[in-house]
Nanobody, 128 residues
Framework: QVQLVESGGGLVQTGGSLSLSCATSGFSFDFDNYATAWFRQAPGQEREAVAYITRRLTIYYAATAEGRFVVSRDNAKSTVNLIMNNLKPEDTAVYYC????????????????????WGQGTQVTVSS
């Protein structure tokens, strides 16, 4: 089965940085043909999209992430990464990696219901 495993979360002070990684595997998972994304969910909040990336490097960022976060993809290692810079307390959340065989567009990439596979999440806590 397809598996997504996030790592790299932790505790960091305001203004600091963290690098997250999503390792993928699975007998039927053709990583190169899947669209991938990062989502996050803060306590008491709805899950929200952070960034999106495909093999051909189509990239979308949420307004709150653009300029601070950088999403990348290593197809040789079947991993998706997210570098988060200048972190704020508002960034505190569980961060999830998601994947789906269908490519997304402007009006669909940020909707969680369109992603078939999800990781278990990694906690990111930013202290003030």
């Amino acid at each position: 089965q397809v598996q997504l495993v996030e790592s790299g979360g932790g505790l960091v002070q305001t203004g600091g940085s963290l690098s997250l990684s999503c390792a993928t595997s699975g007998f039927s998972f053709d990583f190169d043909n899947y669209a991938t994304a990062w989502f996050r969910q803060a306590p008491g909040q709805e899950r929200e999209a952070v960034a999106y990336i495909t093999r051909r490097l189509t990239i979308y960022y949420a307004a709150t992430a653009e300029g601070r976060f950088v999403v990348s993809r290593d197809n040789a290692k079947s991993t998706v990464n997210l570098i988060m810079n200048n972190l704020k307390p508002e960034d505190t959340a569980v961060y999830y990696c998601a994947a789906d065989p269908q490519l997304k567009g402007t009006y669909t990439w940020y909707k969680s219901k369109f992603y078939k596979f999800w990781g278990q999440g990694t906690q990111v806590t930013v202290s003030s």
